[in-house]
């Protein structure tokens, strides 16, 4: 642990000193849960804190009937960053799924220019559901070699995935975009002002 610390955090002072945007994500076996009991896992937890570093799973991601561990780690040092994150609950292996979806970065467009979003409708979700509830799982059991196994295993969600969420070109007048209230007209000034200074 005090290798891996070492080299993360030497690597952590390279990253902050060029401005990166960094995710770090792994199973790092280190119970976050246990940081108010163990010194080390304490450390470990401050220093992240000091480098910018923020855990965005919190919750337990390996639990058995004897135990629950946060041992499946999300960091990141940009909390402005749009994304999501979360835990996948699933029995197909000992810990628990992990996920960071963040949104690519956007690029200027003129106010009625073209964009492609992913169709997410309530009608769409609906046609997944039902896709993902008559999926065929034979290729996966009749498959020996686990890497092969997992290739048959996901090819069918992102199958399913490509039909119920098309992708939709349309054009978007920005002026028109709905803003929450509290959103000024100096907060956007200074928004502008501050993503075009960012290297």
Request: with cysteine; aromatic share 10%.
């Amino acid at each position: 642990m005090d290798i891996f610390s070492s080299t993360l955090f030497d690597i952590m002072d390279t990253v902050n000193k060029e401005h990166k945007h960094c995710v770090i994500m792994g199973d790092m076996n280190i119970d976050l849960l246990q940081f108010e009991t163990h010194l080390k896992t304490s450390d470990y937890l401050d220093n992240l804190f000091q480098n910018g570093l923020l855990p965005t799973i919190t919750k337990p991601t390996r639990i058995t009937s004897t135990s629950a561990t946060l041992i499946d780690h999300i960091y990141m040092n940009n909390i402005t960053t749009a994304g999501k994150s979360g835990i996948i609950i699933t029995d197909v292996a000992d810990n628990f799924g992990t996920f960071y979806i963040s949104q690519a970065q956007k690029t200027k467009h003129l106010p009625n220019s073209l964009k492609t979003t992913i169709m997410f409708s309530d009608a769409n979700i609906f046609k997944y559901k039902e896709y993902l509830e008559h999926m065929d799982f034979t290729n996966v059991l009749a498959t020996l070699c686990p890497n092969e196994a997992y290739g048959e295993f996901i090819k069918p969600y992102k199958h399913a995935f490509e039909i119920c969420f098309p992708l939709h070109t349309c054009k978007i007048n920005n002026k028109a975009l709905k803003r929450e209230q509290w959103v000024t007209v100096g907060i956007l000034i200074s928004s502008k002002q501050l993503f075009s200074k960012r290297p």
